[in-house]
């Protein structure tokens, strides 16, 4: 068996995966659906504004305390989104997910966030590792199905440019053809 590997959001759908919004806010609401082409990972909407950071230091702080039991939920989610968050365009593809409702300014911003709190977190991942591990299952397989999920994002996304790509095939064909056989 293989540890997981951290993989940003850009490289999990390039492999087909896609990022959709969970039914509930709740940071234990991650879940990861694995299928025959494309694989879906569920996150909760987080609001990231001004009072983020200081509202989830304070949250890690208290999970930290001596006296106080808990499974560092906390913590090892964001270090979970952190690790999901390389790049201002992994926050962009989180934000068109609705994902992330940025209410900082840049995505640069919201990067720097995240780099801010999982700065010097120890985090064990163990809420998460099963769905890192499920994630990382799905990247390592990736022959026929990413060929396919990049196949589908690249020219079936948008039907009008597939159409016309399909057009532009044919017309290039049979003008090949004529060129090749002419009528006399």
Known sequence: MWLPLYRNIMELKAVGVEVKLSKTRSPRDVSFSHGRFFSILRLPEMVVDDATASFTLNLIAYEMCPDFDND?????YISFMKSLIETPN??????SARVLMNALGSDQDVLHLFTTLSRDLVSNMGNYGGIMLQIEKHYRHKFLP???ALTYLTYFRNPIAFLAATLGLILTFIQTWYSVHPKK
């Open 146 to 148: 990413t060929w396919i």
């Open 90 to 95: 992994d926050v962009k593809a989180l934000r």
């Open 72 to 76: 560092s939920g906390i913590r090892d």
